[in-house]
């Protein structure tokens, strides 16, 4: 029942998503950009883990951008069997395809403490503080055992007030989307 729920809340949400403009996405990402950063935790960070964006998901190449200008070590995930574990972040030009076609650092260097803060993707997420993901598990996994602040990140209309949750779902500290920080 949950699964089925939460299938179709996820065929309804990346249809709407994938419906977006290039122009939408830059301007809504600024906007969560800008929001993102001036949350307190965010500026005290020292590693904010960010994921690497894939179709129409939140873009995060230009918040990686200003972590790094604001002295902030960044890392991303690479997903390791069943799993996901974060590495240093090198470069744009340091990336190649790995698992589903997601973008990961060539040069593996494990990251040694936890970081900060984990900028969390989603398809969709609720006033509940749960998302829904892909499916497979990798985020919920790791934030189960990880101390970081968790940070979702989405836009407006992939909020939706409360979502079917399974037992292993984890959920945020904090939401930002283009219009608002959600507690």
Request: net charge positive; charged share 30%.
């Amino acid at each position: 029942m949950v699964a089925q729920a939460k299938k179709t809340i996820r065929e309804k949400i990346l249809k709407q998503r994938d419906a977006l403009s290039e122009d939408d996405h830059t301007a809504m990402g600024k906007s969560i950009e800008k929001k993102l950063f001036s949350i307190e935790r965010v500026k005290e960070a020292k590693v904010i883990a960010f994921y690497l964006h894939k179709g129409s998901e939140v873009h995060t190449e230009n918040m990686i951008k200003k972590a790094l200008k604001l002295g902030k070590q960044v890392v991303v995930p690479v997903t390791v069997d069943r799993h996901i574990e974060f590495y240093k972040f090198i470069s744009f030009e340091d990336l190649q395809k790995g698992k589903y076609d997601i973008l990961e650092p060539k040069t593996k260097i494990k990251l040694t403490d936890n970081p900060d803060i984990i900028v969390v993707p989603g398809i969709t997420f609720g006033l509940c503080m749960h998302r829904i993901g892909y499916g497979k598990g990798y985020y919920d996994q790791y934030l189960g055992t990880s101390p970081g602040y968790r940070i979702g990140i989405c836009y407006d209309f992939q909020l939706i007030e409360k979502l079917p949750k399974h037992e292993n779902d984890q959920r945020m500290d904090l939401i930002v989307t283009e219009k608002r920080i959600i507690i």
